[in-house]
């Protein structure tokens, strides 16, 4: 079983950078393909980012194409989030997320593993 906790959330504002990082303890995080969701108020968990086991491919919401970059450094268990050109409607918690195995997955139920969130509020 791995445990994952974010960091790096804050307030920023409009076309301000954050980034966001997420800590694997527990077990390699070599063995787990991982994911960046986000959850505004109201509104459902969404998919923002996905990078397979070893980081040689990923995934990216239309809405943070160009803006966010996904990457992952195993040798230091960590998931990390780059969000360049911030907007207001990227206000949310964001979590991390993580599903022992190969692939892919954009849809929050694939993933077995959640950290605790991080609020980013990104001011107009």
């Known amino acids: 079983q791995v445990q994952l906790v974010e960091s790096g959330g804050g307030l920023v504002q409009a076309g301000g950078s954050l980034r966001l990082s997420c800590a694997a303890s527990g077990r390699t995080m070599s063995s787990y393909a991982m994911g960046w969701f986000r959850q505004a108020p109201g509104k459902e968990r969404e998919f923002v980012a996905a990078?397979?086991?070893?980081?040689?491919?990923?995934s990216l919401a239309d809405s943070v194409k160009g803006r966010f970059i996904v990457a992952r450094v195993n040798v230091k268990n960590t998931l990390y989030l780059q969000m360049n050109s911030l907007r207001p409607d990227d206000t949310a918690v964001y979590y991390c997320?993580?599903?022992?195995?190969?692939?892919?997955?954009?849809?929050?139920?694939?993933?077995?593993?959640w950290g605790q969130g991080t609020q980013v509020t990104v001011s107009s």
């Open positions: 990078i397979e086991r070893s980081g040689g491919s990923a």
């Open positions: 997320a993580a599903r022992q195995g190969l692939g892919l997955g954009t849809e929050k139920s694939w993933y077995d593993y």
